[in-house]
């Protein structure tokens, strides 16, 4: 069980995203020496993105065998496949392009106008599925070997947001609408499913981070800070420049 969360902290952005590329590439490694091949889980987000152009130009990246890793989506903005909003976009430019990924293990949420069309919970229904053909979700334990976390200002993570019905969902995959930030609908991993991971890695950058990350490290409710739900079974690190961290008690 997760002996408590470890902070992480760089002095900025840049140096935050490296220190997450060099701990990705080597666990990544690590586990596939192992003869496993890795589950990883994407966010989205701006230190997301500086975090995968960070992987995709590290001397240090081939230490990790990019085909046989299998990367999931925590969450997706439920718009056109093509539309500039879209996580799995962004990575794909951002990442995908720039290392040797096998496609058939790059697992996307189902985009609007699809094969779900404008039907939110029938595309999180779909995505399920889809993790059920490849992962374990019925068993106890970790599905997943790593998952990556971003935190919003209001300390909602992947698309669960404070006060919303989706944090109550009892599937593990689940259709938001409303969500505060835009786009406005939204598919999510529920908290459920969030915390099947071994580890749970949070990245978080800049001053408007620091109470959030704050009331996540000391709250315990889930409907007032969504961010405070989300633990590693075997770890949870949290990546922070120095001004996300400004809010946490200073080590003695
Ligand atoms: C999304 C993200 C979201 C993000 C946080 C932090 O789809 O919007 O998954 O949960 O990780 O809002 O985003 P920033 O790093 O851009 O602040």
Redesign the pocket.
């Known amino acids: 069980m997760d002996a408590g969360p470890v902070v992480r902290r760089s002095v900025g952005a840049q140096e935050l995203a490296e220190r997450v590329t060099a701990t990705l590439v080597s666990a990544l490694s690590s586990i596939q020496d192992d003869g496993r091949i890795p589950s990883l889980v994407l966010?989205?987000?701006?230190?997301?993105?500086l975090i995968h152009t960070s992987v995709a130009t590290s001397p240090d990246r081939d230490l990790a065998d990019w085909s046989r890793v299998d990367f999931w989506f925590?969450?997706?903005?439920f718009v056109a496949a093509d539309s500039r909003d879209r996580?799995a976009g962004q990575t794909q430019a951002d990442l995908f392009d720039h290392v040797p990924v096998d496609p058939a293990r790059v697992h996307p949420m189902p985009a609007f106008g699809e094969e779900y069309g404008a039907d939110v919970d029938a595309a999180a229904r779909g995505y399920l599925d889809e993790l059920r053909g490849e992962l374990p979700l019925d068993h106890d334990g970790p599905v997943f070997d790593i998952l990556m976390?971003?935190?919003?200002?209001d300390g909602?993570?992947?698309?669960?947001f404070p006060g919303h019905p989706a944090l109550d969902a009892s599937d593990f995959v689940v259709g938001v609408r409303s969500s505060p930030?835009p786009p406005p609908t939204?598919i999510?991993m529920s908290m459920a499913l969030l915390n099947r991971a071994r580890e749970v890695w949070w990245?978080?950058?800049?001053a408007?981070?620091a109470q959030a990350v704050a009331d996540a490290l000391t709250g315990d409710d889930v409907h007032q800070v969504p961010a405070s739900g989300p633990k590693g079974l075997d770890r949870t690190i949290w990546y922070l420049d120095d001004a996300a961290a400004s809010r946490l008690p200073v080590d003695p």
């Open positions: 966010t989205g987000g701006s230190i997301a993105r925590g969450d997706e903005r996580n976390l971003g935190i919003g200002p909602h993570c992947a698309s669960l930030k939204r999510s990245v978080a950058s800049g408007e981070k």
